[in-house]
């Protein structure tokens, strides 16, 4: 079975920087075709796919956020770390990770997904 | 990036209707295009994946069709557990923009 579970601060300030880890069982991210994303949604809004980091290593980002996010994985740990610069009043948002694999599905359609965390932005 | 318009933003239904939704995106996708419902409060679930491939454990009442850049979800019948938001997604190229959402309410 396979799970995901966000974890992080829920408030920051202006300009600090976002840490989120999304620690995952029941699958690994050294197997080929797996990946795992973060996606967003502000209150009241739509989703956002921010990234996704693959098995490989392989990263992709938005591209309105690229020189703020960062993605990394700790495959012995079965962690993936979200890293969000220069956070602003309009990031408050909850953040959600999620799973992909083209064992199943060659699209990478998030078949798996965290609760979420809910991340307030405000001094 | 590739544009994602859902259509309608909401509906209102009844239990035992049939219900569509729309997703069109701004060039051909393919059939990389998948659909979430969400429910109040919780992470997205995923319905539809490949534009029209049943997710395993998700009721055979929901269907997608479509290929490049027209989709349809179909609900064919309306049950009260389906009043939710739904979602669409592109993942044929980054970024992988999701639709801006459509509300399915009691009518």
């Known amino acids: 079975q396979i799970t995901l579970k966000e974890s992080g601060p829920t408030l920051v300030k202006p300009t600090q920087t976002l840490t989120l880890t999304c620690t995952f069982s029941g699958f690994s991210l050294s197997t080929g075709g797996v990946g795992v994303g973060w996606i967003r949604q502000p209150p009241g809004k739509a989703l956002e796919w921010l990234g996704v980091?693959?098995?490989?290593?392989?990263?992709r980002y938005s591209p309105s956020l690229k020189s703020r996010l960062t993605i990394t994985k700790d495959t012995s740990k079965n962690q993936v770390v979200l890293t969000l610069t220069n956070m602003d009043p309009v990031d408050t948002a909850t953040y959600y990770c999620?799973?992909?694999?083209?064992?199943?599905?060659?699209?990478?359609?998030?078949?798996?997904w965290g609760q979420g965390t809910m991340v307030t932005v405000s001094s | 990036d590739i544009q994602v318009t859902q259509s309608p933003s909401s509906l209102s239904a009844s239990v035992g209707d049939r219900v569509t939704i729309t997703c069109r995106a701004s060039q051909s996708i393919a059939r990389y295009l998948s659909w979430y419902q969400q429910k109040p409060g919780k992470a997205p679930n995923l319905l539809i994946y490949?534009?029209?491939t049943l997710q395993s454990g998700v009721p055979a009442r929901f269907s997608g069709s479509g290929s490049g850049t027209d989709f349809t979800l179909t609900i064919s019948s309306l049950q009260p557990e389906d009043f939710a938001t739904y979602y669409c997604q592109q993942s044929y190229r980054d970024p992988r923009t999701f639709g801006q959402g459509t509300k399915v309410e009691i009518k």
């Open positions: 999620a799973h992909s694999s083209t064992s199943m599905d060659p699209t990478y359609a998030f078949d798996i």
């Open positions: 490949a534009a029209s």
């Open positions: 980091i693959y098995w490989d290593n392989d990263k």
